[in-house]
């Protein structure tokens, strides 16, 4: 994962103490044990006393950084999609038309969840059962991953690709929601990521459609 929380990364961040140092990578290396063993085993049965022995730590040192396993989990999940959309956008950035540039970005996102299914079932699934304020959390992580979708669409109105007026948030919601659609067939029927990005080309191209110019 080696993921460093974004506001610690900002120009105008004070430089960490030694203390908040430590406590930030003890705070990383959990996080890394979780990703682990939610992904070999899922939500349930990873237990909050195997993730602190994974990491080399007591159950203490887990709950003196996490509320309890569904923050820890909520945060796996989150840092996922921060360093997922940062991949994306390298990818999409190469591309020129909104179509490629898309199907760039989220053949990134097949590929970085393909070996970790679990997980992200998981996910999906504990998405339904969240609070509100784990809900607003959760949705902090998949903020960036939709942003750069709205980018992408933005420079196609933009260069006259697609049409003016186009519903950007909408639409990007439509692609995000069929490209997760998509894992159901990586899960259930096997399929790889040839396939998944195959299918997805097809998705974008209807949806976008009826926005051409």
């Known amino acids: 994962m080696n993921h460093i929380p974004t506001q610690f990364l900002s ?22 044990a979780a990703k682990q063993l939610f ?3 899922g939500y349930e049965e990873a237990t909050v006393r195997d ?18 396993k569904a923050d820890l989990f909520n945060e796996v999940v989150v840092a996922d999609y921060e360093a997922l959309a940062v991949r994306m956008r ?25 070996d970790q299914l679990p997980l992200l ?34 420079r196609g109105v933009s260069r006259g690709e697609l049409a003016k007026g186009l519903d950007v948030s909408l639409v990007a919601d439509m692609v995000w929601q069929v490209y997760l659609g998509n894992f159901r067939l ?3 029927d096997g399929w790889d ?3 998944l990005r195959s299918r997805l080309a097809r998705q974008i191209a209807v949806i976008l459609a009826g926005f051409r110019n």
């Open 186 to 188: 990586a899960l259930f």
């Open 51 to 68: 993730i602190a022995r994974a990491a080399g730590m007591s159950t203490g040192a887990v709950f003196a950084n996490f509320t309890d």
């Open 121 to 154: 079932q998981a996910a999906v699934s504990a998405s339904w059962s969240h609070g509100r304020n784990e809900e607003a959390r959760s949705r902090e992580g998949l903020r960036d991953v939709l942003a750069l979708a709205e980018d992408v669409l933005n």
């Open 193 to 195: 990521i040839a396939q």
């Open 11 to 32: 120009a105008d961040a004070k430089p960490l103490t030694r203390r908040a140092l430590a406590k930030l990578r003890t705070r990383q290396t959990v996080l890394e």
């Open 90 to 114: 390298q990818a999409a950035a190469a591309e020129e038309t909104v179509e490629a540039a898309l199907l760039a970005a989220l053949t990134v996102g097949y590929d970085f969840h393909l």
């Open 39 to 41: 992904t070999e085993r």
